[in-house]
């Protein structure tokens, strides 16, 4: 059974790790992205030093389990990502 | 918003024709949870292609395998809205994800495969995730249920 998602990047419909260049690590389903954003879904963002985690151990929780949701849709300007990376690649905690 | 039947039915059959059975109320879901002895696994299944197209082969490919859960269900996310929003509650601390595999030793959540983990995989590595969870979990002997002698 195929994908119903022509058109799309190759990282369409996988859970992605986008980190910034500032504080600020996104973890949510890719949608598209391409030279100007990545465009992210069902979106969950931390800030280094949140909750007393920093921006790898709130990826490695992650990792295990997934994320909640914070936000149906974030587009980040590609000016601001340091890395995109798929979720299920990271080692979980 | 739910797909038409007639497009989901071959996944739902993918998994039913395997021997699982189908919850499609959240009767279902309590009646199915409502049995804690032994090891359960319960799919939740997908119409997104970007994973669900490993997890079922991958789910088929693991009950192969010698040891296995004692029970078998699923419910289908995004179609069976409310049974997949009743099974939810029995994991109610793992973020939702569909596809994803939970499974269950003497009623408690013992292993959890999110959505994360089955994209990107092939079936044969879902196949195998599952199949050393069923080793270290479904072999095991249940454990006593608190508060009894």
Redesign the interface.
């Known amino acids: 059974?195929?994908?119903?998602?022509q058109g799309k990047s190759a990282l369409?419909?996988?859970?992605v790790v986008v980190d910034t260049t500032g504080a600020e690590i996104f973890v949510g389903r890719c949608d598209d992205e391409d030279e100007r954003s990545v465009i992210l879904l069902d979106v969950d963002v931390h800030r280094e030093g949140d909750g007393g985690r920093s921006k790898a151990e709130y990826v490695a929780r992650a990792?295990r389990?997934?994320?909640?949701?914070k936000h149906d849709r974030v587009v980040i300007p590609r000016g601001q990502v340091a890395s995109v990376r798929?979720?299920?690649?990271v080692a979980p905690a | 918003m739910p797909y038409p039947e007639l497009m989901v039915k071959p996944m739902r059959d993918e998994l039913v024709m395997a021997g699982i059975e189908e919850l499609r109320t959240p009767e279902q879901v309590d009646a199915f949870m409502a049995e804690k002895e032994g090891s359960a696994l319960l799919v939740i299944n997908s119409v997104c292609g970007c994973a669900a197209g490993q997890a079922r082969p991958g789910v088929r490919a693991a009950l192969e395998h010698s040891v296995r859960p004692d029970r078998l269900a699923t419910v289908f996310a995004g179609q069976d809205v409310e049974a997949a929003a009743r099974a939810r509650q029995y994991f109610a601390d793992v973020p939702p994800s569909s596809p994803s595999l939970a499974l269950f030793k003497g009623g408690e959540l013992a292993y959890f495969v999110p959505r994360h983990r089955i994209e990107n995989r092939s079936a044969q590595e879902v196949a195998a995730d599952l199949v050393a969870a069923f080793d270290r979990i479904c072999a095991a002997p249940t454990p006593p249920a608190v508060g009894t002698a």
């Open positions: 059974m195929g994908t119903f998602h369409h419909g996988i859970t990792a389990v997934g994320v909640w949701k798929p979720l299920g690649e």
